[in-house]
């Protein structure tokens, strides 16, 4: 901590004033609201509020709605961060070696970090398009199969977790990049001394010495795809077909905005505010710590 | 998965590695840049070229049609100049507010100093869809739908710009507080003329990072605006969606993703350098 302080008896507060007067009115004060509605159950009319104590929490633990909500949003998550670890790792990997044109590959896989994931959802509807779709136009070449996103859920499913995944590329890439530059040299050149080559030398140093970022990574992209994509399922598949596609936010907005079940909305919303803070305190507890060891 | 690339490490084959590199690389970027060339080629065709089977991707020539029927269409002016709005004044306001409290708490002493971090803090564990419906009662209480206001001001808070610069400003000399001092220059003084020119590297990587951010929004500004004039670009978008009765017209969509992403990735791509700074530094 800094020696040297200024004295002054109310300018600090003067300066910490706005920033906290954003998050007390637009943060705190919704959050312990959220939290006491989600004891409430509001009538249709919004007239009364009538206290239920867990009754939204323990309806929620049974409808079936619900389970399948949260089951698809962890196959959507899972899926969004796997194939985005994946092909963010190897390009990285890609344009990290020493080789001419390099800012130039760099600048080709980093500019993705400025697609916004609902227009990214809006391009991969045409390429999934059952009837315009360029995806669709190849696998029928190949295969009988009817793609068609409409009627198959996994296909759905697919199409927004390769939107989200689209979108969030550029992000993962520039952290990859910016681990492997932290692997000092002489780790490699010793390693190489060893033998080590090929895939193993990735295997056994590159992959293991990475481990903080790839941890850091998968934690971000697990709170992106909670968190940051309600525009992708909003503008594409509107939660559909059936409810395939019903994320946990998209149905928390469903149930608060469309249905008016301000209750189960609250409720969905604290449900998903814990999921949020753990993964957040994880982050935060681990990602400083040597992963690898 | 690196396997073809990393098994050519050996001396000898040096160039051939080399090669492969740039021929994996090439193809990575083709297959990653191809949704949006596909959008792009697509945005230039008319609608009997995008339902023709196969089609072809080789740009066409109606371009300037497609883009001036779907800017007139949804008033793609108003949604653009919108989204720059919200994206400035949140990734500015974010920056603003953040140096402020940054400021406050490196240089100062004062009650509640931790508790102050600490909410700062939690702000990381709230975003918006967990507080939507209270947020939206809050602003709707303000009187702030379908404002600018609305749109940006429930955004502004920051625990990561706050963070960046609490950091940067630690490493600042304590000498040079000092010699301020010595020259009679006040607090406010010594954040104008000292803190402010050093933290133009912090400054420009966070606007990056903050105003992809704030061009991105997506469930806020469809929650809190309801006329067409407060629509911004990425809510506006959807509404070209032909739905089952409406005329294909898959090439209007695509102009108008296209208008829509071009100011943020132009923005990444000539920041290149800062983004990545700001987006490692802020995740610290």
């Known amino acids: ?293 | 998965m690196n396997d073809a690339l990393l098994k050519k490490t050996t001396r000898p084959q040096l160039d051939g590695r080399k090669l492969i590199i740039h021929l994996l690389l090439i193809c990575s970027i083709c297959l990653i840049g191809f949704p949006l060339y596909y959008g792009f080629v697509i945005s230039t065709q008319s609608i009997e070229e995008v339902i023709e089977k196969p089609q072809k991707l080789l740009p066409s020539i109606h371009f300037l049609e497609n883009y001036t029927k779907v800017w007139n269409r949804i008033h793609m002016g108003q949604l653009l100049i919108n989204s720059g709005i919200v994206a400035l004044v949140v990734s500015l306001g974010k920056i603003l507010i953040s140096i402020l409290s940054a400021f406050a708490i490196v240089y100062f002493n004062f009650r509640g100093k931790q508790v102050v971090f600490w909410m700062i803090f939690v702000t990381l564990m709230l975003p918006v869809p967990v507080r939507i419906i209270s947020t939206y009662q809050v602003v709707a209480t303000l009187g702030w739908v379908d404002t600018y206001a609305g749109l940006t001001i429930p955004l502004i808070a920051s625990a990561t710009a706050t963070f960046l610069f609490r950091q940067f400003f630690l490493t600042i000399p304590d000498e040079l507080v000092d010699a301020a001092k010595i020259d009679g220059s006040g607090p406010l003084r010594f954040l104008w003329s000292i803190l402010l020119p050093n933290s133009g590297a912090n400054i420009a990587a966070l606007f990056v990072v903050m105003f992809i951010y704030g061009w991105n929004q997506y469930l806020w500004p469809l929650m809190v605006t309801n006329s067409e004039k407060m629509k911004v670009v990425v809510v506006g978008i959807s509404s070209t969606i032909p739905t089952g009765t409406q005329p294909p017209e898959w090439n209007l969509v695509m102009a108008a993703a296209m208008m829509a992403l071009l100011p943020p990735v132009l923005v990444v791509i000539f920041m290149q350098r800062w983004f990545v700074h700001g987006l490692i530094e802020s995740e610290k």
């Open chain 1, 1 to 293: 901590m800094k020696k040297s302080i200024f004295k002054n008896r109310w300018l600090p507060y003067l300066l910490i004033a706005p920033q906290m007067l954003v998050v007390l009115v637009f943060f705190f004060w919704p959050a312990f609201d959220s939290l006491r509605l989600s004891f409430f159950q509001t009538s249709p009319f919004g007239d009364r509020q009538v206290f239920v104590w867990l009754g939204n929490f323990t309806s929620l633990l049974i409808s079936s709605e619900y389970h399948r909500s949260v089951l698809h949003s962890f196959i959507f998550s899972l899926g969004v961060t796997f194939l985005g670890l994946t092909v963010s790792l190897f390009l990285a990997a890609l344009a990290n070696q020493k080789i001419r044109g390099l800012p130039f590959y760099r600048t080709a896989v980093l500019w993705t970090y400025g697609i916004a994931p609902p227009v990214s959802g809006v391009i991969w509807l045409l390429i999934f398009h059952p009837s315009y779709g360029i995806l669709t136009y190849l696998l029928s070449m190949v295969t009988s199969y009817e793609f068609n996103w409409l009627l198959k859920g996994w296909i759905a499913l697919l199409l927004v977790i390769f939107a989200a995944t689209w979108a969030h590329l550029g992000y993962n890439i520039a952290f990859f990049l910016a681990g492997l530059q932290t692997i000092p040299k002489s780790v490699m050149d010793a390693a190489k001394v060893d033998g080590a080559s090929g895939f193993g030398l990735f295997r056994w140093i590159t992959f293991p010495l990475l481990s903080p970022v790839t941890f850091f990574l998968f934690i971000m992209n697990m709170v992106f795809s909670f968190f940051e994509t309600f525009g992708i399922i909003h503008a594409v598949t509107q939660g559909g077909p059936g409810d395939t596609t019903t994320i946990m936010v998209y149905k928390t907005y469903l149930d608060g905005f469309v249905h008016l079940r301000m209750g189960s909305s609250a409720a969905q919303s604290v449900i998903l505010m814990v999921l949020v803070i753990s993964l957040t305190v994880i982050q935060f507890r681990y990602t400083e710590r040597k992963v690898f060891y």
